[in-house]
């Protein structure tokens, strides 16, 4: 197994996980859901129009925490946009419902991934796993 699909099986294993950026100099974290393994690449969406999309446009250090069974996996990168026509046919037709939503909308689904991540894999007290991505 890959260390990006390590990533992904945590992720959904936990189901929902959040997703962390800064506005400013202020720390935000929301809960994400949306992930799409395609061609090798772990790739997150949501609306170019929400204020997530511009703080990591703004910064785009970033990090994916999500737990379960008592643990934790932390996973950290750069976020780095893509405009790939292949990459956001996947998107829809991994997520049909959501991006019929967006096109009724006139919104636009921003399509990122995290370059250079580092992903570590924790129980409450211990390190279990530590690993780029």
Request: with cysteine; glycine share 10%.
């Amino acid at each position: 197994m890959s260390n990006v699909e390590k990533v992904l099986d945590y992720l959904n294993e936990a189901k929902v996980f959040y997703f962390l950026t800064t506005d400013g100099d202020q720390p935000k974290g929301r809960p994400f859901g949306f992930k799409l393994l395609y061609n090798g690449v772990l790739y997150f969406g949501c609306g170019t129009f929400k204020n997530v999309f511009k703080q990591l446009e703004a910064n785009p250090k970033v990090e994916v925490l999500a737990m379960k069974d008592g643990g934790f996996m932390r996973y950290d990168g750069k976020a780095t946009i893509v405009k790939d026509d292949a990459v956001l046919q996947a998107v829809r037709e991994a997520s049909p419902g959501i991006m019929e939503m967006y096109d009724k909308n006139g919104w636009e689904m921003g399509v990122f991934y995290l370059a250079d991540g580092h992903a570590e894999i924790r129980g409450m007290m211990d390190l279990i796993e530590e690993f780029d991505v």
